[in-house]
């Protein structure tokens, strides 16, 4: 498995895996794939994974804030084909945007997961989140109001 910058030519993989995610509820509370412009100009750092030179699955960032103080906080995404799910893809692909967003003066990453996604919360658990609180009723999907686990992870390399 190679991980590697996201590339605009890989973006009808990246969003068919994304649609997949959207399809049972469990992954976000988006229900449309945004164009790639829209979602480009949103994340500021991109990764997939890839074997055979097929995309596998993505982890990306975008900025919570545009103020000074937020500079260094960035929710992240994870989404890996369900061919591969289970395989540690997801873990490889959080540990790669881990370093990466170190590397860019990222302090604090933050994610909110469904608290029915129990593969997501031990994934992040498991890089080193931490449950921060539930936000209870902070949404809607498919006309129900959806609660979320929020988690942060706190970089031990940026003082």
Known sequence: MLIRDLRPDDW??????????????????????????????????RTVAE???????WAALSPVSSRWAYRGVAESSVYV???????GVGRTLMEDLIARSERAGIWTLQTSIFPENNASLRLHHGV????VGVRRAIGKRDGLW????????????IE
């Open 81 to 87: 084909a369900r061919s591969h799910q289970g395989k």
């Open 128 to 131: 080193g989140f931490r449950v």
């Open 12 to 45: 009808t993989e990246v969003a068919a895996i994304y649609r997949d995610g959207m399809r049972d509820g469990m992954a976000t509370f988006e229900t449309e794939v945004p164009s790639w412009e829209d979602w480009h100009a949103s994340h500021t750092l």
């Open 146 to 157: 959806r609660d979320t686990v929020l988690m942060e992870r706190r970089s031990e390399a």
């Open 51 to 57: 074997v055979d030179e097929q995309v596998i699955g």
